[in-house]
C-alpha cells in the first residue's frame, strides 16, 4: 500500500509563500486568484489493509507530518503495483 | 552567593549558538554544561536552554524532528518536575513542537532570513526569566531567523488572560509578524519560556547591547535559587 500526504497551511492562515508564488504567476502574465503553498510526503506501508493504512497513516499525521495548529491534511492511498 | 548552577545547553546536530549561550551563561555566573542530543539523562542542573541553530536542517518543520531526541525526554521530564527551561529561537521552535509551549512559529511574513536588532517590550517582569527586568521595559536584543512568526489559534485571548505572553516586539518593530507582536511566551506553570530574540547575542555593550543579559541573568538567579533550596 502506498499513501500520499498532501499536507497545506490551514485555511485562513496567512501564507507568504502563496502570495509569493500567486504575485509571480501575475508577474508571467496568468490569471490566478490566490495561490496556496503545501507539502506532499510519499510514504511506502507495505502489505497493510486500507483501513489501517488510514489509521496508521492519520496517526503520524498527528504526531509529526502535520502540525496541527497550523496545518490540514489529505491522506490518499493506493496499491503498490505489483 | 557565590554558588555557579549548573546549567546544561542541549547541542542537537545543526545548534549553532549552543557555544555562544555557554559563553553568555558563564560570563554571568552560571556554570554551563554542554549536554549532546543523545544523552538519555541530564546531568544534575539548575536549567537547560535548548539553543538557537537549524536542528536537523530544520527538515519538515523547524524543531520537529529534534523534539524526537533521546534527551528530549530528559527534558520533558525536567520540565514537568518544574525545573527551569528556556528555549531560543530554534529551542523556542522546539519546545512549541514538542507541546511544551503552547504556538507555532511559521515562516516570517517578508518570507526572508531577518539578522537585526529588535525593541521588545517586557510584559511582565514577575516571571523566573524575567526577574533583573521592569514591567514594560524595552530591552534592544537581535534576532536572526527566517521562521519566527509565532501563530495561535482562540487560544491567544486565554494565554493573554493568564500573563504567558512575556515579551512582545515594540510597537512598529515586529520582524516576523508574529500574532499580536508577541516575541516570548511561558508556559501555564511558569517554568519553560520561549523566545525569538538571542539574549546570549546581547550580554555586553560591547557588542551593542547588554539587554539580553538581563534574561539570561534571572535565569541564572531562579537556578541558583533553585540548586540552593534542593528544587531542581
Known amino acids: ?82 | 552567593m557565590s554558588a555557579s548552577p549548573g546549567v546544561a545547553i542541549v547541542v542537537f546536530p545543526g545548534s549553532n549558538d549552543d557555544r555562544d549561550a555557554a559563553w553568555a551563561l558563564g560570563a554571568l555566573g552560571a556554570d554551563p554544561v554542554l549536554v549532546w542530543h543523545g544523552e538519555p539523562e541530564l546531568p544534575a542542573v539548575g536549567a537547560v536552554v535548548l539553543p538557537g541553530g537549524f536542528s536537523y536542517g530544520d527538515y519538515l518543520r523547524c524543531g520537529a524532528i529534534a523534539r524526537f531526541s533521546p534527551v528530549m525526554r530528559a527534558v520533558r521530564r525536567f520540565a514537568a518536575d518544574g525545573g527551569l527551561v528556556l528555549g531560543i529561537c530554534n529551542g523556542f521552535q522546539i519546545l512549541c513542537e514538542a507541546g511544551l509551549l503552547p504556538g507555532a512559529l511559521r515562516a516570517n511574513a517578508s518570507l526572508s532570513f531577518i539578522c537585526r536588532d529588535v525593541r521588545v517590550v517586557v510584559e511582565r517582569s514577575d516571571t523566573l526569566f524575567t526577574s533583573r527586568c521592569d514591567d514594560r521595559q524595552e530591552l534592544v536584543i537581535p534576532v536572526k531567523h527566517g521562521e519566527g512568526c509565532w501563530f495561535a489559534g482562540v487560544e491567544l485571548g486565554e494565554l493573554e488572560s493568564a500573563g504567558q505572553i512575556v515579551l512582545r516586539y515594540a510597537p512598529g518593530d515586529n520582524p516576523n509578524g508574529s500574532l499580536a507582536n508577541v516575541a516570548g511566551v511561558v508556559n501555564d506553570a511558569g517554568n519553560v519560556m520561549g523566545l525569538m530574540p538571542h539574549p546570549e547575542h546581547a550580554v555586553d555593550p560591547l557588542l551593542g547591547s547588554g539587554d539580553g543579559g538581563l534574561i539570561l541573568a534571572s535565569l541564572v538567579d531562579a537556578a541558583r535559587d533553585r540548586v540552593l533550596t534542593g528544587v531542581a
Request: with cysteine; glycine share 8%.
Open chain 1, 1 to 82: 500500500m502506498r499513501a500520499t500526504v498532501l499536507v497545506r497551511p490551514k485555511r485562513g492562515i496567512l501564507d507568504p509563500q502563496g502570495e509569493a508564488v500567486e504575485r509571480s504567476l501575475r508577474q508571467l502574465g496568468f490569471e490566478v486568484n490566490g495561490a496556496r503553498v503545501g507539502r506532499v510526503i510519499d510514504l511506502e506501508l507495505g502489505a497493510i489493509e486500507p483501513e489501517q493504512a488510514q489509521a496508521e497513516v492519520e496517526r503520524m499525521c498527528g504526531q509529526l507530518l502535520a502540525n496541527p495548529l497550523i496545518e490540514s491534511y489529505e491522506i490518499a492511498l493506493e496499491e503498490t503495483p505489483a
